[in-house]
């Protein structure tokens, strides 16, 4: 996959000159990906629209017949018109999109993986990422982490007859994927009942994305599953509950607080809090079902600030706050420095006690070329964690030199709720020869000025209402 997306990229740069920025290549990209991919996979399109008769045409030709195919894709009813809406060329040179088109013809895309156009897509904006290239990195997960989650989570539609997985900040869909993919492996290839078939492809699989083209790969991405999913395109914490719950919530909210500095106005929301990822988790909680389970993907920064205690003291009223994961160092390189946790809970019950895994102290940090992460990194964590995907499995505190640890509600309460727990004395931090890099160091130090930032707004909002 490297190797392709170091061939795409090249291309990327050699379109530029032709007019074509790398979003708009890249969302050109995944039109004709998925065009190729339905070919590769007999997957029916409207007439005239098939990878042959697109590869067979050059010149003028082509460019008018690429027009007439997304113009047709957009205009097909149901799922396939919701993928390509709006959809334009953006080719003005015709020799340049031919040579996309040989370039992606080349390859069995079909051979390397249904998600395989989420990974180029995704290479694609990690190059651009690591080139300071503007508004890259905002949507991804680590596939070795969204698949620890998954493994651990047990998303089976055939758990009951109504059941429904949801990422509310899906991106390009990459936790319904892999959902899917665990419940095919699991089957052993998708042998279910015949009753059930339907179901699980149509009413099973749900999402919300607030960029249109990361949506557009879950889409389809998904439908090259065959399957059939919701996926709105709007804003999940700024609009109104349309009261749609869900039993399985896997998912990672955007980090950052670029669009933030205002409270959402909902009923269902307790605190009133300008951080993203806090609304995020009182959507969750409105959403889930009783008895439902959910993941959550959080940087460190909402488990100390003070909105956050006031947060999870509500969630722990209403919910099972089990699990808390502390992820390495360097999880989100290159897209972001952030440091995060994923929150396991059951909604249904409160909270007796927290088990915290910790797997950043004294562990190097991942980097994109010399340590990547992997999923070995997350082995002894799910060995711990159990088969229970609800953390009812048996545990053992591993005490004060251990990694994974418990801790009553009495002492949560003692807390203020923070769930930001440390015991093991991190030596890697006071070692001069194993400091972290310059750029994790003021990430850091950013996302704790962020959290006095939001307190700050929060008391001026406070001083205007009075």
């Known amino acids: 996959m490297s190797n392709i997306v170091n061939k795409l990229w090249g291309m990327c740069h050699t379109l530029r000159h032709d007019g074509v920025d790398y979003g708009d290549y890249i969302e050109q990209l995944t039109y004709l990906l998925f065009i190729k991919m339905a070919d590769e996979k007999e997957v029916s399109l409207p007439e005239d629209c098939d990878w042959e008769m697109l590869k067979s045409m050059s010149g003028t030709e082509l460019t008018d017949h690429y027009l007439l195919v997304l113009q047709k894709l957009r205009d097909a009813p149901g799922l396939l018109g919701d993928i390509f809406a709006q959809s334009m060329p953006k080719f003005n040179n015709p020799v340049s999109l031919k040579k996309i088109i040989t370039m992606i013809d080349v390859e069995d895309w079909s051979s390397m993986g249904v998600d ?104 389809m991405n998904l439908f090259l599953h065959g399957l059939r999913p919701v996926i709105h395109l709007g804003d999940t914490i700024y609009e109104p509950d349309r009261g749609e719950r869900y039993d399985v919530i896997l998912t990672n909210p955007p980090f950052g607080t670029k669009g933030a500095g205002q409270a959402p106005v909902r009923d269902d929301f307790t605190i009133s809090t300008s951080n993203k990822q806090l609304n995020f988790v009182q959507h969750v909680l409105t959403v889930l079902k009783p008895g439902g389970r959910a993941a959550i993907v959080l940087p460190d920064n909402c488990l100390f600030e003070d909105k956050a205690g006031e947060v999870f003291e509500i969630i722990m009223k209403d919910c099972n706050v089990h699990t808390v994961l502390r992820l390495p160092r360097g999880t989100f390189v290159p897209y972001a420095n952030a440091q995060a946790n994923v929150i396991y809970l059951q909604k249904g019950k409160p909270t007796e006690k927290v088990w915290i895994y910790d797997c950043r102290s004294n562990i190097p940090n991942c980097t994109k070329k010399d340590r990547p992460l992997t999923s070995d990194m997350f082995t002894d964590f799910e060995k711990v964690y159990g088969s229970d995907p609800n953390g009812n499995s048996k545990r053992k505190d591993q005490g004060e030199t251990g990694r994974f640890r ?44 962020e959290v006095i930032v939001n307190e700050l707004n929060e008391i001026t909002e406070l001083l205007g209402k009075e």
């Open 116 to 219: 395989v156009k989420a990974e180029a897509f995704e290479g694609l904006l990690e190059k651009a990422a690591s080139e300071g290239k503007k508004g890259a990195g905002q949507f991804f997960t680590p596939r070795p982490l969204i698949q620890s989650i998954v493994k651990l989570m047990k998303p089976d539609p055939l758990q009951k007859i109504d059941m429904t997985i949801c990422d509310p900040a899906c991106g390009t869909g990459g936790f319904l994927v892999a959902s899917y993919e665990w419940f095919i492996k699991k089957t052993k290839g998708g042998a279910i009942p015949t009753d059930s078939a339907r179901r699980v492809k149509e009413s099973t699989y749900y999402g919300q994305e607030l960029v249109a083209r990361p949506r557009r790969l879950a889409l």
């Open 406 to 449: 418990v801790f009553d509600i009495d002492e949560i309460k003692k807390r203020n709720y923070k769930l930001d727990i440390k015991w093991l004395k991190d030596e890697s931090l006071e070692d001069p020869n194993d400091l972290a890099e310059p750029e994790e160091l003021i990430s850091e130090a950013v996302t704790e000025l």
